[in-house]
């Protein structure tokens, strides 16, 4: 179990009274139904990476149950993280909300979501007719049991450590399976040009949909060791991408295993992995996802193609390199994977139709914006990417996955495609990455 309470600096007594009054001055200014939301963390420390982590991950839930006027966080507070806001809502309901995610939340209890009048003073829970909150340790009342001193410091961090720790098992389970969730979507998509479906091997004599299920499966524990290694992070993020890049070697081997050394999933397991990691650091900071990205890979590509004369065995991506200036996925990940962010997230949330028919779409609009290196390589030469551009260009007017035509015209695609061995490979682990990232945000 992670201790929550073993880093960070002590926020004096001095320090906690003046943030009380900056707290009430500020709230005074407001206009709207006022609402403070802070940690309720017994003892002097106050604040440090876990404990941000708590305040951003119940804030942003919080965020999402009003009709926010006005917002204000103050995540990084000596004296706690904290939040003012502003809502349309009246102050009974606003604190009917409160209550219930006080409750329900499984990280609720530790915190102090506060309804504040005009006067300064805060609406009680017992003035609507609840009961007043439980202690952390026990089911009594939480004053009465902090007068009367009833439980040790230890049993009191102890149970706080709990929630935490009982918090990161659900959400890592969570994250764990909207990442399989998004290798398994991608695969059943149909059709999909020279790309594995449940109909068809497309262009891939070597595996079938049951390979795509086996790999999916034997990645988690990958997904488990990247959450295990991440969480508890606190140190360069350049450093963290290569430790993640130990556990990437070793998810392959057992990829490898699965699926009778077939390589159904290798780009992924770097891509995804890399998206993975920076989820849990955007919860735990709530920094940009593409800005953590680009930190954790600063000088990628640079690192990874220099003294490619001096290496005997090129793979496909270092020799498009050196031929044609390619980076391949490495270079869209040291970019922040804009292909995800700027193009397809946003081109997906917009789509309508059933899920098949919208990540069909969102596939060609990556690969017509995309230069997509397994399909370069299967074709033997770059002007395959003007040829299918234009093919995608048609398959769009004539409405898409959502027309029959469009769809036809997908399906003969793919037909063009197993025939001449051509597959939008590199096109799919974006869409992978879209769908992990589409599934966070609810997009889909």
């Not at 295990?228 to 290569?242: G, P």
Request: hydrophobic share 40%; aromatic share 8%.
């Amino acid at each position: 179990m992670k201790d929550i309470f073993l880093t960070g600096k002590n926020a004096n007594l001095e320090a906690i009274l003046a943030n009380k009054d900056w707290r009430s001055s500020f709230l005074s200014d407001l206009t709207g139904t006022k609402i403070s939301v802070k940690l309720n963390i017994p003892g002097k420390l106050k604040n440090n990476t876990a404990m941000k982590h708590i305040f951003l991950t119940g804030w942003k839930i919080l965020l999402k149950k009003f009709n926010v006027l006005e917002i204000h966080a103050f995540p990084d507070l000596l004296t706690g993280s904290e939040g003012l806001l502003t809502v349309s809502e009246e102050q009974t309901k606003a604190k009917q909300i409160a209550i219930k995610f006080e409750e329900e939340f499984v990280l609720g209890r530790l915190f102090d979501v506060d309804i504040v009048g005009n006067d300064g003073k805060q609406l009680s829970r017992t003035s609507l007719g609840f009961s007043k909150r439980k202690c952390y340790v026990c089911t009594d009342d939480a004053k009465s049991c902090a007068r009367s001193r009833k439980h040790s410091v230890h049993e009191i961090k102890f149970a706080i450590n709990k929630m935490y720790d009982d918090y990161l098992k659900q959400r890592k389970n969570e994250l764990i399976s909207f990442a399989q969730r998004a290798l398994l979507y991608e695969v059943i998509l149909t059709p999909k040009p020279g790309l594995v479906d449940p109909v068809s091997n497309g262009s891939h004599d070597d595996m079938d949909i049951f390979t795509f299920i086996d790999s999916t499966i034997s990645l988690r524990n990958y997904f488990e060791q990247l959450f295990d290694l991440t969480i508890n992070w606190e140190k360069d993020l350049q450093e963290l991408f290569q430790e993640s890049r130990i556990l990437g070697i070793k998810a392959e081997n057992e990829m490898f295993l699965a699926t009778k050394n077939v390589n159904t999933h290798k780009g992924a397991i770097f891509s995804l992995g890399i998206l993975f990691i920076a989820e849990i650091i955007h919860e735990k900071t709530d920094e940009n996802i593409q800005e953590i990205v680009k930190k954790m890979l600063s000088n990628l590509t640079k690192k990874d193609f220099q003294d490619l004369s001096k290496k005997e065995n090129l793979t496909a991506g270092e020799k498009q390199f050196i031929k044609y200036g390619f980076t391949g996925i490495r270079g869209q990940a040291e970019a922040g994977f804009p292909n995800v962010f700027d193009l397809a997230l946003p081109f997906l949330a917009q789509t309508t139709g059933s899920r098949n028919e919208r990540l069909l779409d969102a596939l060609m609009e990556i690969a017509e914006k995309t230069a997509d290196s397994n399909l370069i390589k299967r074709a033997g030469n770059i002007e395959i990417l003007g040829e299918i551009r234009k093919k995608i260009t048609e398959y769009f007017a004539l409405g898409g996955a959502k027309t029959k035509v469009g769809k036809a015209y997908l399906a003969q695609l793919d037909e063009e495609f197993i025939a001449q061995n051509l597959s939008l490979g590199g096109s799919a682990d974006l869409l992978i990455l879209t769908i992990f990232m589409g599934v966070l945000r609810g997009v889909i």
